[in-house]
């Protein structure tokens, strides 16, 4: 069985810096791109950032973009995102996602069940 | 990027009734598109995708059509399940982007 378990979430400071994890299980990680989805409170899925099954290919959203580092640990299993330079508008759930076809379309099969990320003073 | 629009915000529907929900693409992205599900405090759950093709475990009642930049999502029959929030998302070029969603309420 697939399964994304995000972790590190929690209340940081505008300027401020997190690192989220997502453990991944049930799956051969190393064969399989990877995505973060975030999720403002009451707002609409915003997709943040993407990794190649290597790690060679990485694509951010603008909104991100020379903020937050998407990375991979193939040995360890295991998806990150390093956000920096946090603003408030950053707040929101963050996701990994895994599409269904391996080094197919990005479409999002499966989910973890979030991190939660605030950004307060 | 391209820009895709869900219509309406919010649908009120009654059970048993028929739901179409609507989603616009800015520009053309052939057939590559996904709905979602999401419940309140779950993760979005894959519907459809390639337009039409219904995802593993997904009920003969959730249909998609359109291609180029108008699609449509159909539940036939609304079961109590299915009052949640709907998302589509293209699929055809980076960035990929979802629709603002759609929420499909009791009447």
Known sequence: EVQLVESGGGLVQPGGSLRLSCAASGF?????????VRQAPGK??????????????IYYADSVKGRFTISRDNAENSL???????RADDTAVYYCA?????GGYQIFNYWGQGALVTVSP | EIVMTQSPATLSVSPGERATLSCRASQSI???????????????RLLIYGSSTRATGIPARFSGSGSGTEFSLTISSLQSED????????????PLTFGGGTKVEIK
């Open chain 1, 28 to 36: 051969t990680f190393s064969s399989c791109e990877m995505s973060w």
């Open chain 1, 80 to 86: 990150y995102l390093q956000m920096n330079s946090l």
């Open chain 1, 98 to 102: 895994r599409p269904l076809y391996s």
């Open chain 1, 44 to 57: 609409g899925l915003e997709w943040v950032s993407h990794i190649s099954s290597s790690g060679t290919t």
């Open chain 2, 83 to 94: 009052f949640a929030v709907y998302y589509c998302q293209q699929y055809n070029k980076w």
């Open chain 2, 30 to 44: 052939s057939g590559n598109l996904a709905w979602y599900q999401q419940k309140p405090g779950q993760a979005p």
